[in-house]
């Protein structure tokens, strides 16, 4: 069995997925800096996007947080003029979250900014050559899971 604290008995492709994920933290954790955003405020703002209309309930659910904290949380973002909040027009007690910036255009653009180029660099791949890493990956990933 390998020594994890060893860097020389890291295997090729165990050092390429330990640079892949720190050059992801880099690029995320540099947007995150540049707007003024904390870890959990841009997670939900990315999930608000991608789910327009999300109810606050979803936003804490994805996200792990007690109601007080995605509450809390959604008020930063509308503060911040990121998000809004729309009344359920047949229940009045619900509220549906939208994002009001475009995550495609500057500044925002940069917390996606390094997912969207690879995947621009995996559409040039072979597809066949894709899932087989696809694959491998989902395989590696289960198997640290289970070591947690």
Not at 66 to 84: E, H, N
Request: charged content about 30%.
């Amino acid at each position: 069995m390998q020594n994890s604290s060893d860097a020389s008995s890291i295997s090729d492709l165990g050092r390429a997925l330990l640079a892949y994920d720190e050059a992801r933290r880099a690029a995320t954790a540099e947007a995150r800096r540049t707007l003024s955003l904390n870890e959990l405020d841009a997670k939900a703002l990315i999930f608000v996007a991608e789910n327009p209309g999300a109810r606050p309930s979803h936003v804490r659910d994805h996200l792990g947080i007690t109601s007080a904290g995605v509450t809390t949380l959604i008020d930063r973002l509308v503060q911040r003029g990121a998000v809004r909040r729309d009344l359920d027009d047949e229940d009045r007690r619900v509220n549906h979250i939208t994002a009001t910036v475009d995550l495609d255009s500057a500044p925002w653009c940069s917390l996606r900014g390094f997912d969207n180029a690879v995947e621009a660099a995996i559409a040039e791949i072979d597809p066949a050559d894709a899932d087989r890493v696809a694959a491998v990956l989902r395989r590696l990933t289960a198997a640290g899971t289970a070591a947690g």
